[in-house]
């Protein structure tokens, strides 16, 4: 019986058994072999990491790069848009202001001959009055748009305003270099000069 039991534990032990020490140093070579792994996949990872971080950087730059190229191109189509905002609007305003200039240029011989004619009436005569109510009439509409009569009689000669068309000796000291009679009234329409004043200096 005791040979049955003998027999039957040596067949069940393993042909090649390892010892506990044997065991044990295996353990301990596997340790660093793990240990060396998981340093080169931290290593892998943190190279991995820089190299997203560095393509992060450049997309990060070329963006700001881009950002930068449309703001400037805003700004310049910004500018031109403001350029040609004021100049539309200044010419607006020009139209608005002398739009009847070459018009209303038109009617000032009309004005004068209208003017020549009632100094030539006689006073109370139908007609005259009828003439001074059409002629005030025409003056304060275009007075409405800007005509202004130049006051030149009296005044010193200024080439800006005045045309002189003749020049005689003045009758004082005084009156030297003075307007002494305006043979074709001067116009101002909104503070310009529209028809200069044909005048006569004293020299």
């Given at each position: 019986m005791?040979?049955?039991?003998?027999?039957?534990?040596?067949?069940?032990?393993?042909?090649?058994?390892?010892?506990?020490?044997?065991?044990?140093q295996?353990?301990?070579?596997?340790k660093?072999q793990?240990?060396?792994?998981?340093?080169?996949?931290?290593?892998?990872?943190?190279?991995?990491?820089?190299?997203?971080?560095?393509?992060?950087?450049?997309?990060?730059?070329?963006?700001?790069?881009k950002?930068?190229?449309m703001?400037?191109?805003y700004?310049?189509?910004?500018?031109?848009?403001?350029?040609?905002?004021k100049?539309?609007?200044?010419?607006?305003?020009?139209?608005?202001?002398?739009?009847?200039?070459?018009v209303?240029?038109?009617?000032?011989?009309?004005v004068?001959?209208?003017?020549r004619?009632l100094?030539?009436?006689?006073d109370?005569?139908?007609?005259?009055?009828g003439?001074?109510?059409?002629?005030k009439?025409?003056l304060?509409?275009?007075?409405?748009?800007?005509?202004?009569?130049?006051?030149?009689?009296?005044?010193?000669?200024?080439?800006?305003?005045h045309?002189?068309?003749?020049?005689?000796?003045?009758?004082?000291?005084?009156?030297k270099?003075?307007?002494?009679?305006?043979?074709?009234?001067?116009?101002?329409?909104?503070?310009?000069?529209?028809?200069?004043?044909q005048v006569?200096?004293?020299?």
């Amino acid at each position: 019986m005791e040979q049955e039991n003998k027999e039957q534990l040596e067949t069940e032990q393993p042909l090649n058994p390892e010892t506990e020490e044997q065991s044990t140093q295996k353990a301990s070579e596997a340790k660093p072999q793990t240990a060396e792994a998981e340093d080169h996949s931290r290593r892998a990872r943190k190279k991995r990491a820089e190299r997203q971080a560095d393509e992060l950087n450049s997309k990060i730059e070329e963006m700001g790069m881009k950002l930068a190229e449309m703001n400037d191109k805003y700004m310049r189509i910004y500018s031109e848009y403001e350029n040609y905002r004021k100049r539309t609007n200044a010419e607006k305003a020009g139209l608005i202001l002398n739009g009847g200039k070459d018009v209303i240029k038109l009617m000032l011989p009309i004005v004068d001959d209208m003017e020549r004619a009632l100094s030539n009436m006689a006073d109370g005569d139908a007609a005259k009055e009828g003439m001074q109510l059409i002629l005030k009439n025409m003056l304060n509409a275009l007075q409405q748009k800007g005509l202004k009569a130049m006051e030149a009689m009296g005044a010193k000669f200024d080439e800006n305003f005045h045309e002189a068309i003749t020049q005689i000796p003045a009758p004082s000291p005084e009156a030297k270099g003075t307007v002494i009679d305006v043979v074709k009234k001067g116009y101002f329409l909104n503070d310009e000069v529209l028809r200069f004043a044909q005048v006569v200096v004293a020299n």
